[in-house]
């Protein structure tokens, strides 16, 4: 079955990669084509400095949801304003939430809790798809951040239902771990260039998922390909380069193809600036590619 | 050289994933050597690509590996590994045996203190400060984890002395825990308040972990404290430069002025910053051969970008241009004909 009719049944896709590797833009082409097949479809950023508005030809949610094309919005979330309002929930009484929320003892635990932040978010994406929010949305897309590996992510709720064991957050994350553990409900996309780091710490990042969570991504996008120039063709420095661009783009390709057998799809390098009409085009290459 | 890249005892190289920072930390070492310093290169990125440009195996896992030695000279490298620095760490500043080993069998220790924000980036400097009071070297050049993370190591040293002092956990090196000491009625109230609630939102297992964790620590906090302060001087030193490589375009320009504002906000020395992976323009030819559209789109976007950047310092700022390279440098040889290109890029000049 092609991917994109796999993630289409999917209610949360989280499209991981390192920075620089175009997981911005792919998230949005994603939302688009799902948005196409009829999906309700939310895109949520967690990085501080919002890029998916550029991505979509918007302005900036700053936090807020967004509408940004049929059955499509987007939302720049801030992993502390969400536990902010987990406490605010818990604890009914304002002025004792407000203590708490404004403690450096409280900041402290935020930052150094390890896994809270990642489980704070896909908690708000699972809120999202549970029905306590409006718009009500069929498919969340998490635009994973760029920080630490895609694993961190995946691994923080099964981390923190661990040591947070009895309490209410330890709760939640046990139920958010077991949710994303279901592959027919939480997709997986990942996004690397064809180059010699990216490719390498995509393989280990593929190992880790298999051996530590038993997960196997829908889709494995190779980004940023530069285009074959014939050796016959035209000459010069700047025909040499991208011969030896597309060379080496070539040869990592193969050997992430050697590891990863599963769905791969192509993305060219394209002489367009981040923005609906790069969305576009490389929407149409990623539907035709997946077959 | 025809600029100041290898001015400093201490090079910190910075910058976004993916713009060529282990590459450059690793050439920048090698032209260090070759001008005839004693210098040593650390990475602390845990995909160790410095090991694979430099040639030097596992044996350079926390320990200097020499590379090459360059007449006076010579080039070492150093992969970091931060829970081994962490452990030695414990054995160093621990009173006793006894109360490392109760650290180490802590559970709480064994899973989670591996992932605490900014420990592993406190790790990092501390391995660096020793390795700069041992080594005898003339220089060293740091190449830091991609992302922002990376802006972590700055901050860590008075994270950890923050952190040391915490009222958190002086509350919880409190008798109150053990349901001794003479704490007032008031007191006690406020405690178990704070206890019931963390038990209802936390668990109080994960509690009691941290808390026995704080006080398995706790013996070692003096010793931790004074140290970070010393790092902190050593970061700030103002023979203690930081170079920071951005990627090309325009779209790469906000990632650096974010480590630049906090280079600033925290009082460190900015060295040159070095544009880098910049496309060269194709020039006069002619036709529809297949790239030329795109190579000519890609350089424009990167003359922008480098434009952009330059608009935004004085005069004075040196910003290096450096060209995308045809093959990156897979060995020795390939790292020193990239060096030689950085030895000669100029600010205000075409990439190199």
């Not at chain 2, 070492?29 to 090991?51: E, I, N, Y």
């Not at chain 2, 941290?210 to 103002?238: D, H, M, N, W, Y």
């Not at chain 2, 990627?247 to 002025?257: I, K, S, T």
């Amino acid at each position: 079955m092609p991917a994109l009719d796999r993630l289409a049944e999917r209610q949360l896709v989280l499209v991981t990669g390192k920075g620089g590797t175009g997981k911005t833009t792919l998230a949005a082409v994603l939302g688009h084509l799902l948005a196409a097949r009829g999906r309700r479809v939310l895109l949520l950023e967690v990085e501080s400095r919002e890029s998916l508005h550029q991505a979509l030809g918007a302005e900036p949610s700053g936090g807020a949801v967004v509408q940004a094309g049929p059955r499509l919005w987007f939302q720049n979330l801030r992993p502390q304003t969400v536990i902010e309002e987990l406490v605010r929930e818990k604890l009914p009484i304002a002025y004792l939430a407000r203590r708490i929320t404004e403690s450096p003892a409280f900041h402290q635990f935020v930052e150094g809790a390890p896994g809270l932040k990642e489980t704070a978010l896909l908690g708000h994406a699972y809120r999202v798809l549970h029905g306590m929010h409006r718009p009500e949305v069929d498919v969340v897309i998490v635009d994973a951040p760029a920080t630490g590996h895609g694993a961190t992510l995946l691994a923080a709720p099964g981390l923190m239902a661990q040591a947070a064991e009895g309490g209410q957050l330890g709760e939640m994350a046990r139920d958010l771990a077991t949710y994303l553990a279901d592959a027919s409900r939480c997709g997986l996309v990942l996004t690397t260039l064809a180059e010699e780091m990216p490719v390498q710490e995509t393989l280990e990042l593929l190992q880790m998922l298999g051996t530590r969570l038993d997960l196997q991504p829908d889709l494995v996008v190779v980004n940023g390909l530069y285009p074959a120039v014939p050796e016959a063709g035209p000459q010069g420095a700047w025909a040499d380069l991208l011969r030896a661009r597309y060379r080496m783009n070539q040869e990592e390709r193969a050997r992430l193809a050697r590891s990863w057998a599963g769905p791969l799809v192509d993305l060219p390098l394209l002489p367009l600036e981040r923005g609906p009409a790069l969305v576009a085009a490389l929407a149409d290459t990623l539907r035709g590619a997946d077959r | 050289m025809t600029n100041t890249l290898l001015q400093g005892h201490l090079l910190v190289v910075v910058g976004a994933g993916g713009v060529g920072k282990t590459t450059l930390a690793a050439a920048l070492a090698l032209l260090s050597a070759q001008a005839g310093q004693r210098t040593l290169v650390m990475t602390f990125d845990p995909s160790l690509r410095l090991k694979d440009a430099l040639g030097v195996g596992d044996a350079a896992k926390d320990d200097a590996v020499r590379v090459v030695g360059v007449g006076p000279g010579a080039l070492d490298a150093a992969l970091l590994d931060a829970k081994r620095t962490f452990d030695r760490l414990i054995h160093t500043y621990a009173p006793d045996a006894a109360a490392a080993q109760r650290i180490f069998s802590n559970r709480f220790y064994r899973d989670l203190a591996g992932n605490l924000a900014g420990i592993l980036e406190y790790m990092a400097m501390e391995r660096l400060f020793e390795m700069q009071a041992e080594g005898g070297y003339d220089r060293i050049i740091l190449d830091t984890p991609p992302t922002r993370q990376a802006m972590d190591f700055l901050q860590a040293p008075e994270r950890m002395m923050h952190l040391v002092d915490n009222k958190a956990i002086r509350f919880a090196l409190d008798p109150w825990w053990d349901g001794e000491g003479r704490r007032g009625l008031a007191f006690r109230l406020l405690a178990k308040g704070a206890m019931d609630l963390s038990d209802r939102l936390i668990g109080r297992r994960f509690l009691l972990d941290v808390v026995e964790f704080i006080r398995a620590f706790a013996p070692l906090f003096a010793g931790f404290k004074a140290r970070a302060g010393e790092v902190q001087s050593l970061l700030r030193a103002p023979d203690t430069r930081y170079v920071l490589v951005a990627g090309p375009g325009p779209e790469r320009v906000p990632d650096a002025m974010f480590f630049l504002r906090k280079l600033k906000e925290t009082g460190h020395h900015l060295g040159p910053i070095v544009v880098n992976q910049l496309h060269p323009d194709p020039g006069p030819a002619r036709g529809k051969a297949p790239g030329l559209e795109l190579l000519r789109f890609l350089a424009d976007r990167d003359r922008r970008g480098l434009e952009l950047l330059r608009g935004l310092f004085p005069e004075g700022q040196e910003i290096l241009p450096l060209a995308l390279e045809l093959d990156p440098p897979t060995d020795l040889q390939g790292l020193g004909r990239f060096a030689q290109r950085l030895a000669v890029a100029r600010s205000g000049g075409a990439a190199k």
